[in-house]
Nanobody
Framework: QVHLVESGGAVVPAGGSLRLSCAAS????????MGWFRQAPGKEREFVAA????????NYADSVRGRCTISRDNDKALAYLQMNSLVPEDTAVYYC?????????????????WGQGTQVTVSS
């Protein structure tokens, strides 16, 4: 079992930056991949970014590539999502998730554990 808690969501102006954090507990952190997903009102949950257990592989959605960076600190059991040049379309609830995988999965069903989410609102 893995317990995930996101933090760092806020209201930011367009063009601003934000760093989300995900604290994990339970199984050893370095045994699973981490991902970030988001869900905007009225839309399905979508993939944002993922990172392999050792940070060696990362994947990004086209909509955030070049603006977001996913990272992890296995010693602290933390995952991060640094978001820059935010636009109103980035407004959503952001979820972190853990996957029993050696790679960096991009699909919802590949993830076994989910956090409760943190709200990010980008004002225009």
């Amino acid at each position: 079992q893995v317990h995930l808690v996101e933090s760092g969501g806020a209201v930011v102006p367009a063009g601003g930056s934000l760093r989300l954090s995900c604290a994990a507990s339970g199984r050893p952190f370095a045994t699973y991949a981490m991902g970030w997903f988001r869900q905007a009102p009225g839309k399905e949950r979508e993939f944002v970014a993922a990172i392999a257990w050792n940070g060696g592989t990362t994947n990004y959605a086209d909509s955030v590539r070049g603006r977001c960076t996913i990272s992890r600190d296995n010693d602290k059991a933390l995952a991060y999502l640094q978001m820059n040049s935010l636009v109103p379309e980035d407004t959503a609830v952001y979820y972190c998730a853990a996957a029993s995988s050696w790679v960096a999965p991009t699909r919802n069903f590949e993830y076994n554990f989910w956090g409760q989410g943190t709200q990010v609102t980008v004002s225009s």
